[in-house]
Every structure is written in C-alpha cells, then in structure tokens.
C-alpha cells in the first residue's frame, strides 16, 4: 500500500552525504518534502525553524550526535517520530536512543531503502492515531468541562426552584428515609431538615413523629400511600388532617438509569383554604339550589292560581254573558239576530282560548291522573297544533307531585325547543324507571347541533335548557345534552327516586 502525502516533511541529519542524498531522493521520488542537515547542530537549527513531521537521525556525527540531538528535543519527539539509522546496532545503543524517545531503530546500509519507507510511513502514521487521539483527548476533556458547567448550572437552577417552590417537597429512599427536604416542608412541619436527613419521615413528620412510645420503629403511617408507590411504581395521593389543617400529599416514583424505583417524593400542598372554599362553594349551590327549587314552587302556585281565577272568575264571566246574549237573542228582531250569533260565536272562541291558557298553566291530568297521563295528552295536543308527530312510551307509576310537574315542565320546554330551533318532523317521549332511576327522554329528528356532553350545555344556552337543568337539579338529578349537527337531539333528565 502506498501512501503519499506531499505536505509532509522530513528532515534528515546524517553526516555521510552519499547516505544522506540517497535517503532523500528515495523519499522525495515517494511524496515526501525532504529536508537535510550534514550534523546533528545544524539539525537542531532545521529542526527548530521548520518543525518537521518526521527526523531520521544518524548517531555518529560531529559537533553534535544523535544522541545529543535527540536529548535536545526529547519534549517535541513525543509526537514528532524520530527515526535512528546507524551503523553500530549494539543493543546498549538501541535501548540508549529509546529511552531518549527514538520511534525506531534502523541499521544501514539498507539491503533495500523499502524498509526506510515503511518505518518511516508506520511512524507516520503512528504519529497521526497519537494526534488525533489528542485532538479528540482535548475535545473530550472540553466536552466534559462544557457538559460538567450546564450540568451544574441546571443544578443550580434546580437547587434554587426546589428550595424556593412554595410547597412542600420532600425525597425518600426505598427504606423511607428523608434524603432531602425543601424550607417549605421544615416551613409546614416545623421539623428542621439537617436533623430529618437520614432519619424515617415517620419519625420526623410522619402520624407517629410525636409518639414517643414508638419512635424509631418501623411503623408506618396508617393512611400512608408512599409504600404504595415504592411497590408498584404508580403515583399516589392522599389528604391527611395536621391539627387544624388538611394536607393533600402526592408521592411520585423516583427511578435510577435502569428503571428501578430508588426513592419516591413527596409533594405536599396545604388545601385547607381550598377546602374551605370548595365547602362554601358546596354551601351556596344548596342555598342556590334550594332558592330554585323554592322559585319552580312559587311559579306552579302562581300558574295554579292564575288557573283557577281564570276559570272560576274570567270563565264564569264568559258561561254567563253567553246565557245573557241567548236570552236577548229570544227578544230581538231577527235583522239583529246575526250580531248577536257573531258575539256568539266571539264568546265561544275565547272560552277556547281561556280554557287552552288555563291547561297550559296548570293542566288538569297531571293532578287527577299523573304524567304518564298527562304525557300522552300533551304530546296529542302538541302534534295537533304544530303537526309534528309525538309518539309517548311511558310505563311509570304515580310520583311525587312536585317531582311530576318538573318533569311536565321538561317536556314542555323541550317540545317548544323542538319548534323553535329544531325543525322536526317528529318527536319520541320515552319515560321508564329501571329499579330506583328514573328516566325522561324526549328524541327528535331536527337540524341538531354541536354534541354536547353529559350535563354540559351549549356554549350559548337557552333560558329554556337552563331552566329545565335548573328543575331535573333541585331534585339531585341531571340533564343530559346529546345532539349533532343534521341528526337531531336527545334530551335526558335522570333523577333517583
């Protein structure tokens, strides 16, 4: 294998000029930029001025030796390679030039200057693997300095987060001893953390730290789930009650490189305030639920009576002045009778009318027979006046009397639903009771919208959605929304009865 690189230089200190002009044509003529020196002085000079890549050096010469020149540059022919080519081959001299740095030992004359070239390209390239090997020794060692300072500064900067987080942060080995802890947990317990390393967190701020009977016993906390988490490697979370607070504690696996659970952490957060608020907020949905369910009341009274004076006063009114317009149609000319036929007829027609109100306000059926009476009548008096076609199932027994005109109201808001916004052509009222669950279920097939979820209603939701959410409530139970866009729209009130 031959390999030839021109900007290679050697330089060649050799006092017998017929061996030196032979070894550096040889070389010249295989690629190489060859320099000469006849002693080893004027070698060193070359050698410090030009910076050769490679020397061969002859031992015997005047003014300087080899041995000499290579005690000269001892420092640079650690990857410079130096070549010594002699005469004497004694092996006191050859262990003499190697301990000096020589790379090889060559004895001339050469039988054939082949192997000149190949001690010198096995150098060569010996010299080349040590540079680079350097070169990458030196990218390494910056890499590492690199990696080591953003390794530290992120550290650092984790330090800091961790010391400075707000909540309580606390690591654990697999034996339940506190490897580190943040202020906020010494803040929290009142423990202080240089006496915690190394101890059980039972025993620092555990349900059993102040119990002195049994400190320093493996004994864990009853409602503890950091056991858990250590076993099965899942996250954990648990509320605990700490004099007059409650802490919410959620303990998360910790693993090494290879997957094993070394350790868990402890984050624990002071949920007293939240708490208490979320009962407040629980308080005032009651109050709010109660002052709905105390409003539906107060608008079925007020339907109710406005139903009674409508029939007892307004519809008493009506019967009478219809008597009265018979008894003078008796006594009146019969030009004049077609006036009063006309106010007949007017008489009759807002009779109708009061008697349609005083159904709507308070329809007789579902007091004298229940809903699924009252159902089946709505949904024929429904298809008659809009001609959707209403189809009712309903196989329920009598129910609370409050809970059956909320669930009339219901179906009533939804069926105006159906004619305001949805566009169907036909309507299917499904009411049925599996064990204790009740179920009301009014199904069309008009022009839908966006699905909705379980108990969600639209972005921009109608009164009459509200309303009906509002009724199914105060009774403990749900509305349920399912719809899309082309298909139609199920509304479901679910409630335990």
Known sequence: MTISIPETTILIVEDDQISRMIMAVFLTNSGFHVLQAANGKEGLELFNQKTPDLLIIDLQMPEMSGLELLAAIKNDISIIPAIVVSGTGTMDVVIETL???????????????????????????KARLIKENRRYQLYLEEEVIQRTAELQLREQELYQIFSSAPFAICFVDKEL????????????FGFELKKARGNYCYDCWGQYSRDETRHGKERICDDCQVVLTLRDGSKHSYERRMDDKIIEIVSTPVRNMNGNIIGAVEVITDITERKKNAEKL??????LQQLASRLIETEENERRRIARELHDQIGQQLTALGINLHIIEQSVLPEQRKRIDDSLELIAAMTEQVRDIMTDLRPPVLDDYGLRAALRWYGSVFSKRTGVAVIVHARIPRLQVNLEIALFRITQEALNNVIKHGHASKVEICCSMNDNQLSLAIEDNGCGFQNMGENVLPESPTWGLLSMRERIESFGGKLIVASRPGVGTV???????
């Open 99 to 125: 301990k000096l740095g020589a790379w090889d030992y060559l004895i001339k004359p050469f039988e054939d200057l082949v192997v000149l070239e190949f001690a010198v390209k096995q150098a060569l390239e």
């Open 177 to 188: 001893r506190v490897i580190r802890a943040n202020a906020a947990m010494e803040f929290l």
């Open 282 to 287: 629980a308080q005032h949905h009651q109050q």
């Open 491 to 497: 509304i479901t009130a679910e409630v335990q009865i």
